[in-house]
């Protein structure tokens, strides 16, 4: 009885937010109820912590990107388990309850939240053997058929988004990887216009999701 989901995940700059809005616009006129979210980066729980941590126990550094926060190395399996308990009710909420009346849209998804998090703590590709990021992977897995990937090469991505390319350049090769491990359906928009790249959306989504 759910109303379809589409996920879209990539870089900064690859034109998720284009494809999710114009996606939007097209279903609306068909007669869909259509709302668009987003998952990325740290949620409820694990936001909490990481502003006691950083705010309370001044552990800042360069970890997490944006939040100045380190991660102490003994925490951070700990912490993976954290990320993934506070993603669990905006899957619940997003995916499940919204599409009682709604066609979901999700510019950004379970593969944004991971590669966010690995490429924002000690360890990078070391992380990927934490039995803490089995449980990411069995999500992903679990909605690869509704994902979408968006990618451009690095140059392309870098001169769209200036002032994201510290985290274009440490997420690309980990997006790279997770879409040729999960085969998900890819549109290079460096090689395509935007009409041009949302005509081959169209024609992705008229395969089974």
Same mark, same amino acid.
């Given at each position: 009885?759910?109303?379809?989901?589409?996920? %879209?995940t990539?870089?900064?700059g690859?034109g998720?937010?284009t494809? &999710?809005?114009m @996606?939007?616009? #097209?279903l609306?006129?068909?007669?869909?109820k259509?709302?668009v979210?987003?998952?990325r980066?740290?949620?409820?729980?694990?936001?909490?912590?990481?502003? *006691?941590?950083?705010?309370? @126990?001044n552990?800042?550094?360069?970890d997490?990107?944006? #939040?100045?926060?380190?991660?102490p190395?003994?925490?951070?399996p700990?912490w993976i388990y954290?990320?993934f308990?506070?993603l669990?009710?905006?899957? *619940?909420g997003?995916?499940?309850v919204?599409?009682?009346m709604? *066609?979901?849209? /999700?510019?950004? /998804? $379970?593969?944004?939240?991971?590669?966010?998090?690995?490429?924002?703590?000690e360890?990078g590709?070391?992380?990927?053997?934490?039995?803490?990021?089995?449980?990411?992977? &069995?999500?992903i897995?679990?909605?690869?058929?509704?994902?979408? #990937?968006?990618? &451009?090469?690095?140059?392309?991505?870098r001169n769209?988004?200036?002032d994201?390319? %510290?985290l274009? #350049? =440490?997420?690309? =090769?980990y997006?790279?990887?997770l &879409?040729?491990? *999960? @085969?998900?359906?890819? $549109?290079?928009?460096a090689?395509? =216009?935007?009409i041009a /790249? %949302?005509?081959?959306l169209?024609e992705?989504?008229?395969e089974p999701?």
């Amino acid at each position: 009885m759910l109303k379809p989901l589409v996920l %879209f995940t990539g870089p900064d700059g690859a034109g998720k937010t284009t494809m &999710a809005l114009m @996606l939007k616009k #097209y279903l609306e006129r068909k007669g869909y109820k259509v709302k668009v979210v987003r998952i990325r980066g740290t949620h409820t729980f694990a936001y909490i912590l990481m502003l *006691f941590l950083r705010d309370v @126990l001044n552990l800042r550094g360069t970890d997490l990107h944006y #939040y100045n926060v380190r991660i102490p190395r003994k925490l951070v399996p700990l912490w993976i388990y954290i990320e993934f308990i506070s993603l669990i009710p905006l899957i *619940f909420g997003y995916y499940y309850v919204l599409r009682v009346m709604y *066609f979901v849209i /999700s510019e950004r /998804s $379970i593969i944004d939240v991971l590669v966010w998090l690995i490429s924002g703590i000690e360890g990078g590709f070391s992380s990927l053997k934490s039995s803490g990021i089995k449980l990411y992977l &069995a999500l992903i897995g679990k909605y690869s058929r509704r994902t979408i #990937y968006m990618t &451009a090469d690095l140059r392309t991505l870098r001169n769209r988004k200036p002032d994201e390319e %510290f985290l274009i #350049y =440490s997420m690309l =090769s980990y997006y790279n990887v997770l &879409a040729k491990v *999960f @085969l998900l359906k890819t $549109i290079n928009t460096a090689s395509s =216009s935007t009409i041009a /790249s %949302f005509k081959i959306l169209l024609e992705l989504l008229k395969e089974p999701l």
